[in-house]
């Protein structure tokens, strides 16, 4: 009976305890965004630069929605000792003489500037590397005027084939050529001021369909043919 009595334990143990294997770990899942519902609207919070996701008290507005700053006139005058500057988010103008005379070897101008003031970097001699972005819409005179970025230009030191140097929102700023007659290339919206100063070979000009705006001053010096 004794015996009976422990297989019939031994069946009872085997019928309610069933082994399952562990489950295999999935792979780890990193948060891309972080979702929340403004106005029946998702929005989604993500640091493209980091590229990843941040949320709760971790997201920083300013950085998804800069604040607007400006450069003031003459902040950065005569500073010998800037070398790089890499102006912040939100920078939408720089104003006059702000880096005028300055030691800056580079700057960078962030996405969203739209305007760069007279002289803004005027003698800046050991500037050469210049960042431009695609929404300004405007520079002042002799903004980079005596840099050796825009002499590079002009030496056809740097690596533009074109006799043409655009920057910004299709905005001509200088021009290196020695045609009689000059052909304004399409996509250029503005001439900058003093863009063709003192060509005096130039006896005829060709504007683009794109021009909208050409500065005082544009060709300064030049011997131009009025129209008959």
Same mark, same amino acid.
């Given at each position: 009976m004794k015996c009976i009595s422990i297989m019939l334990t031994l069946i009872t143990l085997m019928t309610t305890y069933v082994w399952t294997p562990e489950p295999t770990p999935g792979p780890e899942i990193k948060e891309i965004a972080v979702t929340s519902i403004v106005g029946n609207k998702a929005v989604f919070l993500i640091d493209h630069e980091e590229m990843e996701a941040k949320k709760g008290s971790d997201v920083d507005? %300013?950085?998804?929605f800069p604040v607007e700053s400006h450069i003031e006139d003459w902040q950065f005058y005569l500073e010998m000792g800037l070398r790089s500057k890499e102006l912040p988010k939100g920078t939408k103008? @720089? #104003?006059r003489y702000a880096f005028?005379?300055? #030691?800056? &070897?580079s700057i960078t101008i962030p996405y969203g500037t739209t305007e760069i003031g007279y002289a803004a970097f005027y003698h800046c001699d050991n500037l050469k590397e210049v960042d431009i972005p695609a929404t300004v819409t405007q520079i002042d005179g002799k903004a980079f005027q005596f840099t050796s970025w825009l002499e590079d230009f002009y030496r056809g030191e740097n690596d533009d084939e074109s006799d043409f140097l655009i920057v910004g929102d299709g905005i001509l700023l200088a021009y290196r050529g020695d045609a009689e007659t000059v052909i304004i290339p399409e #996509?250029? &919206? %503005? @001439?900058?001021?003093?863009a063709f100063l003192?060509? &005096?070979e130039i006896k005829e000009v060709v504007f683009s369909s794109t021009i909208s705006k050409i500065e005082e001053d544009a060709f300064k010096g030049c011997d131009i043919k009025p129209a008959e």
């Open positions: 507005i %300013t950085e998804i103008t @720089i #104003g005028a005379r300055s #030691g800056l &070897k #996509g250029v &919206k %503005t @001439i900058a001021e003093e003192n060509h &005096k």
